[in-house]
């Protein structure tokens, strides 16, 4: 006997899903249409996006890269595109890119800042990814000398000299160390290069120089702008930021009293005044309380009130990421005898940098933006540079373009580093959030 | 820490440069050129060109100090320099001379300290209105909306010049020179108010400059000079003779294009001791006998100068006015070379 299966035997194939919940459609009603209030607004977001685009689209696509001053710009456009139509007028950027870029520095000299550009790359490789040979590191340690060399010239005996004070405090702790312990070697790893660059290192360089004689043509810094500017400022507070904000939060917690309230009036002070008024300072007023005819490079100033004030923000944020660690870890850092580096370096500091570096990032792209303040105390960043390029006869009145080239540049470094912290993120993602 | 050291190790390096001591005439002939302030950029004032170059109406006269000492134009290093930090480069002597659109005060001379040499731009604050307004006189700008830079001697003069005329306004203030232009093309004021210069540079970058008229009122006296610090009179006189020595040139028709036939000898005692074919005049400043000539030979005098740089064929387009030699009814007028 046979029974009559009521149910189906046999697998019926596979259906695609409805045309409106895939691809394309599905997306858009997924997204942009799912109920009457979306749909409404998805409608005026869409239109908002077309009136603004509608005026800057063709503004930038129609123009010109082919004049030879702002009024010719015009001239070529209106015969173009006929009467009354206006856009940019990109030709002032093909005429003075170069000095956006490098500001004054003598155009058959363009090699060395893109060298030491180029060098920066190849020592943050190694620092940014771990992938990269461990070998570069070296090379990371010496680029500081190699980049002041290329980018101002002289004698190479000068940062050579200069790093050799590091050398020999390296040693003095090595070899002090195993002789008196550990606070004797720091205090040598301290006081050998000291001495060394304020006694020893200017007679052996100069005593080398007309040794071997070994330079590059000299440039000032009066020279210096643009971008370069922006980026030497930016990446020199950046390096220096990180390490001396690291010690500053460290400080902070620290049961020392002296060494404690030193750091905390260190950060709030620096933390209660704005970077401008700092610059000021520089710019100005070490001016009033140097002795008169002092050389006092204006760019080193800049670049040590922007590191000391990117020092004290970073010390906050690196403290934030101390705070948000378990009073665990502590104890059990303590619990395995580890004494107060090792705990710090082994385990505190890992997961309190983990923790803070969205914060981290976004204090170095808040600092790399601040340096256009410079353009205030007349440094010719790109910001002051559109300025002294709009005071040529050809170009004056050109504002949007000059800001557009700038905002894009700008965009390009912000952006890649807030992508290369997102990365950074997921790769140290042990697991905890 | 140790790369913070470094930075004091590079400091110490660079304070080594020494100090001045000497006269500023004596330490510019040791250093071998001239340190001179300038703006950032104001157009036909002081503009750097494609290749770096500095030029300008205010560039040429330290240009024109650098030839007289060096006899060369180009032995001058120019430190750009704002309106804010500028007072203090020239004191702190991280310049040795301003040429930058610095209205001559009493108190910036007195109070400040510093010496003007003289005048080389007579300026003054004036207003440019749209031609559609259908005003003719500042004095119909009752009620009007005025866009104004910030923080300016312009915003004090607007307000004396309608408080003066018992007319009421309302100011539109804005932080740099080119926001403000730009929101008056927008249309956010009616009236739009700086140094009559500015106002004419300003508007020959317009895409329709006809449009826009400058009223003929100019409230305030804005004469624009370079100037020295306190204490050295000796240098003062140089920079102040070299400025005189330019507009003594037009006066005597000295031009670059006759210079080298003049310099032989004339029949005019006052051209042959500018020169220096006659007299000891260079001597008496510290300079050679022909400074006056190397001074001229750089850009031309005050006329040349002038015309290259913001005269009627440049697209800044401004007449002599009050910039004419006193012969001419304006105000140029050069002690005698005696």
């Known amino acids: 006997m046979k029974t009559e299966s009521y149910v189906r035997t046999e697998m019926l194939g596979e259906k695609s899903p409805p045309a409106t919940t895939v691809g394309l459609i599905g997306w858009v009603r997924e997204n942009l249409f799912n109920g009457w209030f979306n749909s409404i607004l998805s409608v005026l977001s869409a239109l908002a996006l077309f009136f603004v685009l509608e005026d800057i689209l063709p503004w930038i696509w129609r123009g010109t890269w082919t004049g030879t001053s702002l009024q010719n710009c015009r001239e070529v456009i209106q015969a173009t595109y006929g009467e009354g139509v206006t856009a940019a007028c990109w030709s002032v950027i093909g005429d003075r890119y170069h000095q956006l870029l490098f500001g004054f520095y003598p155009s058959e000299l363009y090699w060395r800042p893109i060298l030491a550009f180029v060098g920066l790359l190849v020592a943050l490789s190694p620092v940014l990814f771990t992938s990269m040979p461990r070998k570069f590191l070296w090379f990371s340690a010496v680029y500081p000398f190699l980049c002041f060399w290329l980018l101002w010239g002289g004698s190479v005996w000068l940062p050579l000299s200069a790093l050799a004070g590091f050398v020999l405090g390296y040693l003095a702790f090595g070899s002090v160390g195993k002789a008196a312990g550990n606070l004797a070697a720091v205090i040598a790893a301290i006081l050998v290069p000291v001495l060394w660059w304020l006694f020893l290192a200017g007679n052996v360089a100069s005593g080398l120089e007309s040794f071997i004689p070994l330079e590059l043509q000299h440039v000032e810094s009066a020279k210096f702008g643009g971008f370069m500017l922006s980026v030497t400022i930016g990446v020199t507070g950046i390096a220096l930021s990180l390490p001396i904000g690291i010690l500053l939060a460290l400080g902070r917690q620290s049961d020392l009293l002296i060494l404690k309230s030193m750091c905390v009036g260190f950060i709030e002070f620096i933390r209660g005044v704005p970077l401008i008024t700092l610059l000021f300072v520089a710019s100005t007023l070490l001016n009033i309380f140097l002795p008169p005819g002092t050389q006092f490079d204006i760019i080193l100033r800049v670049i040590i009130m922007v590191t000391l004030f990117a020092s004290a923000y970073m010390a906050e944020v690196i403290r934030g990421g101390l705070a948000a660690l378990p009073k665990g870890q502590y104890e059990a850092a303590d619990s395995l005898g580890l004494d107060y580096w090792q705990a710090q370096r082994l385990i505190i500091m890992p997961q309190a940098l983990k923790i803070s570096i969205p914060s981290i990032v976004s204090t170095f792209i808040g600092l790399f933006k601040d340096t256009t303040l410079v353009s205030i105390i007349a440094l010719l960043d790109p910001i002051g540079m559109s300025n002294t390029i709009r005071s040529d006869t050809d170009w004056n009145g050109i504002v949007w373009e000059l800001y557009g080239f700038t905002a894009m540049i700008f965009f390009i470094f912000c952006f890649s580093m807030s992508r290369y912290s997102m990365y950074l993120e997921r790769k140290l993602q042990t697991g905890h959030r | ?338």
Not at chain 2, 4 to 13: N, Y
Not at chain 2, 102 to 124: A, P, Q
């Open chain 2, 1 to 338: 820490m140790k790369r913070f050291a470094f930075i004091g190790a590079l400091t110490a390096a660079t304070f080594a440069a020494g100090f001045a001591s000497a006269g500023t005439l004596d330490d510019v002939k040791a250093k071998g050129f001239l340190q001179c302030g300038v703006a950032t950029g104001v157009v036909g004032f002081a503009t750097a060109d494609a290749n770096g170059r500095w030029d300008g109406f205010d560039v040429s006269v330290c240009r024109a100090v650098a030839a007289a000492i060096f006899g060369d134009g180009d032995a001058v290093k120019f430190t750009p320099l704002s309106s804010k930090n500028r007072f203090t480069a020239l004191s702190s002597g991280e310049v040795d001379m301003l040429a930058r659109n610095t209205t001559w005060t009493f108190s910036r001379d007195v109070e400040l300290k510093f010496n003007f040499v003289g005048v080389n731009y007579y300026d003054g604050q004036g207003f440019m209105v749209p031609k559609a307004l259908g005003v003719t006189s500042a004095k119909d700008l009752d009620g009007a909306t005025v866009c104004i830079q910030t923080g300016t001697t312009t915003e004090l003069n607007l307000a004396d010049f309608f408080r003066k005329n018992g007319i009421s306004y309302e100011p539109v203030p804005i932080e740099t020179n080119n926001e403000a232009i730009q929101q008056y093309i927008a249309g956010a004021c009616d009236a739009y108010t700086t140094d009559a210069s500015g106002l004419a540079s300003a508007r020959a970058t317009f895409e329709n400059p006809k449009d826009h008229i400058i009223l003929p009122e100019i409230v305030s006296k804005e004469p624009l000079g370079p100037l020295v610090r306190h204490g050295d009179d000796q240098w003062m006189d140089v920079v102040r003779w070299t400025l005189n020595a330019l507009i003594e040139a037009e006066e005597y028709g000295v031009t670059s294009a006759n210079l080298a036939e003049l310099a032989k000898g004339t029949d005019n005692p006052e051209i042959n001791r500018l020169l220096g074919t006659e007299g000891n005049l260079g001597e008496m400043l510290g300079l050679s006998a022909d400074w006056a000539q190397k001074a001229i030979a750089v850009g031309g005098n005050y006329a040349e100068i002038f015309e290259r740089n913001i005269g009627e064929n440049t697209p800044i387009g401004l007449s002599r006015g009050l910039n004419a030699q006193w012969t001419d009814g304006g105000l140029l007028y050069s002690p005698p070379f005696r």
